[in-house]
């Protein structure tokens, strides 16, 4: 009873936790600059309230047919969200760049962050759950690659801070460290799920909660604060992207160039 007590006063406590972070997107206008972080926070929100009255008013069990193939879907849609998300922030830090990139930096972001996850997937292997369902399994795996991918594109903007010119009072940095570190606790509770050989929702599941928590309590804290403005690139920088964005563009017109060239086959 008790911890079912504690499991509904942290399902409650992410809810409005949400609902503060939501609120504060729309009052402080960041959904201007960050309309779908603004949209994954509503979808989770919404997707907590809607679990919430299914859970408690339907009586449906966590191990039901129905509930898994529901509970997949979601997780593809947020998986999906999620890289959206990403995309945004990769998009939103060379923001002083853009008109001189215009479209081709959306599309080589969008493809540097598809073709990282793509990488991952194979990496990102079940043990000790052949005994699950394949929805199961297919949930954790998707649950996985989704977690790497957050903490490696932390590690990256982390890293790579000094050269984007980003700093931890910049929007882009403060919504991937907490992603960072809500994925890395995640993905070390998949591992342990896996280890045991089962899925359950003990202290485990607790434990990925309140890192969710504290993420969205991070994130509550950082958009009360004055938004920092935005920086220059250092002209090395500046050049790099330019170049890896020029590069691209001159790849793309020489493949149009060559498949015009190429003779068609007329009927005889």
Known sequence: MLTVGLDNALFLAAILAEAAVLGLLLYKRAWRNLPIFTIYVAWELTGDLMASFLIHRHSVGINSHKYLVSFLITQILDSGLQI???IEIGWSILRPLRSSLSSRGLILVVLLIVALGAVIWPFASIHGVASLSTAWR????????TSILRILFFVLLAGCGQLLSIGWQDRELQIATGFGFYSLVSLAVD???QHQGTVNYGVFNQLSTVSYLCTLFYWVFC???????????????????LAVAGAARSSRIEITDATRRQPRNRPE
């Open 223 to 241: 958009f009360t604060q004055k938004e920092a403005k935005p920086r220059e690139f250092t002209p090395q920088m500046q050049n790099f992207l």
């Open 191 to 193: 591992i342990l799920h």
């Open 138 to 145: 297919n949930i954790i795996h998707l649950q996985q690659t």
């Open 84 to 86: 959206a998300v990403l």
